[in-house]
């Protein structure tokens, strides 16, 4: 079955600290695998997207790295700000083949920073 | 900018009303999803359409159905609001053939039934 996991479930940390999120999937083959961000009540914006032959994307403060081979993403926060505050949302395209854009979802990680 | 626009950020509703939820797309894109979101299981697809009059089940279309009339425009029924539908529901659109890329929500609408 294709799935995304995504560790830890929560992380709290203070201002000015980085982090790391991670993001485990077992979808093969796939398209693209993209973060995204949740803040509380709306909905999910994209920070990065990357092919399967992509190994990093960057956006601002925001680094995702992507090893195809054991199936692993993850999402580093840098010098981290009240604003990051939100759930982080790891998603995987299959590539079925044809036009269809099913995606499949981790549960994501909720993030707290605090001053 | 592609905007996804969901005519509602907060709904309460009784059990077995008739609800509709709306969303509505700027950009010409063909895919349109509605998926709930809720705490623990992340977000689940309901119904998608890829045309106008176009649907598809998602993985759990019990107890919702889905209208597209205009290719811009793509609803949400809830035939009898239940309170196990009480949910944060997303609006999604996509380019045929994107893969994800271009993938856009909307701001979501904060259903309660009860």
């Known amino acids: 079955k294709n799935q995304v996991e995504q560790s830890p479930q929560s992380l709290i940390i203070l201002e000015g600290k980085n982090c790391t999120l991670q993001c485990n999937y077992t979808v093969s083959p796939f398209s693209n695998l993209r973060w995204y961000k949740q803040d509380t009540g709306r909905g999910p914006v994209s920070l990065t997207i990357?092919?399967?032959?992509?190994n990093t994307k960057s956006n601002g403060r925001y680094t995702a790295t992507l090893d195809a081979d054991t199936k692993q993403s993850s999402l580093h926060i840098t010098a981290s700000q009240l604003s990051d505050s939100a759930s982080y949302i790891c998603?995987?395209?299959?590539?079925?083949?044809?036009?269809?854009?099913?995606?499949?979802f981790g549960t994501g990680t909720l993030l707290a920073v605090q001053p | 900018d592609v905007k996804v626009t969901q005519s509602s950020r907060y709904l309460v509703k009784r059990t077995g009303e008739k609800v509709f939820l709306e969303c509505v797309q700027d950009?010409?894109?063909?895919?349109m999803f509605w998926y709930r979101q809720d705490p623990g299981l992340g977000l689940r697809l309901i119904y998608f359409s890829y045309d106008v009059k176009m649907k598809e089940k998602g993985d759990i279309p019990e107890g919702y159905s889905v209208s597209r009339e205009k290719k811009e425009r793509f609803s949400l029924i809830l035939e009898s609001a239940s309170t196990n539908q009480t949910s944060m529901y997303l609006c999604a659109t996509a380019k045929t053939g994107a893969r994800g890329h271009g993938y856009t929500f909307g701001s979501g609408t904060r259903l309660t039934v009860v």
């Open positions: 998603v995987v395209s299959p590539n079925y083949g044809g036009a269809t854009n099913k995606l499949i």
């Open positions: 990357m092919t399967f032959s992509e």
């Open positions: 950009m010409d894109h063909e895919n």
